[in-house]
């Protein structure tokens, strides 16, 4: 396996909910009459909780003795409950590689409700390893854990106490994150890197019947995620040989049993390892692709001869999991949230600026009437945006806790309605590519 890949492999460990639906979201769907949508984002280490009209601003707070960060991962059927992990601080010194401290971390799980603020410790029983942190709700009553053990990861199902853990991978076959959950909740997408390089796979909930859907040494294939109808899988593909930043890459679907696999940008079009601000506030992490309710697919297109301000160092040591050098003389250019029909590959230009800024992480709320993303200029760190999907107007809702930035912003379920999403009306305001 390309060294390049070591610093992906412990960040979306840790990342989560960045590429997992979280349990339930795929299926819930309201019309517009509904309460006003309301998502999380991060913003200096904290998760903050905003409505898509800018109101109802707040920052979550766990009064926790010697937990050093927390971050959310997947909500539960009810829409209200939500996992969290918390870390302890690191017990060494600065200047390590970031594999040989991550790892040894000890790690907490928690179950939060949104609406009465409770917080309960789960996971506790039958500890695994110092190091334990989500991939994955599959039920209420279940999810996939990655535990760390002398510097080995394995996947494990287990009961939410920590009780009846199973081997969902086996221990040296390579580190599986990337978790996605069938929309009927009956199988798992996930990434895999092995010996090959990282290839895509679905099995059962449990692990068995494991299937290849795509694998190539000289690419990394990266993030599935299912479409609403469970009929295909959308991933990315990014040459890590002339790219080890990883920071382009194109998006590619086929069926989960590995046919009919079609690649749909070319060159390199997507932003892939997102990297944002400057030396004194910097940030970012894997952007991946993500499906609306009528089965397009949401990307960050990148402008024609576009280029970051941060360059990857590769011939570096990683001590602090970004490895990059900034050089804003470099940086042009800039990305679009756009829309890609899978049927026919076709675009749709979603968000635009001028002069061109860098738009990213873009998600479709339940109901369908937000898109929210990421925008931020070059040097700057990033502000949280809605767009109006009925008549293409974008508005700021955040630039986060003391304009520090706001990111990877995530949907909270809402599970008052199941009903479909109203037809969508034309965009007056949104024009194709």
């Known amino acids: 396996m390309p060294l390049s890949m070591k610093r992906r492999d412990f960040l979306s460990a840790l990342a989560l909910g960045s590429i997992a639906l979280p349990t339930g979201c795929s299926q819930t769907r309201h019309r517009s009459a509904s309460p006003v949508a309301r998502l999380f984002f991060t913003s200096a280490g904290k998760t903050c909780v905003i409505h898509a009209d800018g109101s109802g601003f707040r920052t979550l707070e766990f009064n926790v003795p010697n937990q050093a ?13 939500v996992l969290f992990l918390s870390m302890e601080p690191r017990r060494d010194g600065p200047g390590r590689p970031f594999e040989e401290f991550y790892t040894q971390t000890p790690t907490h799980l928690w179950v939060h409700d949104l609406d009465s603020g409770s917080l309960e410790e789960v996971a506790t029983r ?39 853990a ?11 994150y990337g978790f996605s959950l069938s929309p009927d909740g009956q199988r798992v997408a996930f990434h895999l890197a092995g010996p090959r390089g990282y290839g895509i796979w679905i099995s059962n909930a449990d692990g068995s019947q494991r299937t290849l859907v795509a694998e190539h040494p000289e690419r990394l294939y990266f993030g599935p995620s299912w479409s609403p109808d469970g009929q295909w899988l959308a991933y990315q593909d990014c040459r890590y040989r ?7 890459s194109d998006l590619w679907i086929a069926r989960p049993d590995g046919t009919e696999a079609r690649q749909l940008t070319e060159g390199q079009a997507l932003w892939f390892g997102a990297t944002y601000g400057n030396p004194t506030h910097r940030g970012g992490g894997s952007n991946v692709p993500s499906w ?8 960050s297109r990148r402008l024609p001869d576009s280029r970051v301000a941060w360059e990857f160092q590769a011939q570096r040591p990683d001590t602090d999991h970004f490895n990059r050098d900034w050089k804003p003389e470099q940086a042009q250019g800039g990305t679009e949230v756009c829309r890609i029909d899978p049927k026919d590959g076709s675009v749709r230009r979603l968000t635009r600026s001028n002069p061109p800024v860098w738009d990213f992480r873009g998600v479709e709320s339940p109901d369908a009437r937000w898109i929210a993303f990421c925008r931020a200029a070059t040097g700057e760190s990033p502000s949280l945006w809605v767009l109006d999907t009925a008549t293409g107007e974008e508005r700021r ?4 806790l003391d304009e520090r930035g706001a990111d990877h912003p995530r949907w909270v379920p809402n599970v008052a309605s199941t009903e479909a999403p109203a037809r969508r009306r034309s965009r007056p305001g949104i024009t194709g590519a």
């Open 69 to 81: 960060t927390w971050q959310p991962g997947g909500f539960f059927s009810d829409g209200r409950r």
């Open 126 to 164: 039958d500890r695994l390893a110092v190091f334990v942190t989500p991939q994955l709700l599959l039920n209420d009553h279940r999810l996939l854990v990655q535990v760390v053990r002398n510097k080995v990861g394995q996947v494990f199902s287990m009961a939410l106490d920590g009780s009846d």
């Open 166 to 176: 199973r081997e969902f991978t086996q221990a040296g076959e390579g580190l599986p």
């Open 242 to 248: 002339q790219d080890p930043g990883h920071d382009w």
């Open 292 to 299: 609306t309710a009528d089965g397009g697919i949401l990307v």
């Open 397 to 400: 809702l955040s630039q986060g």
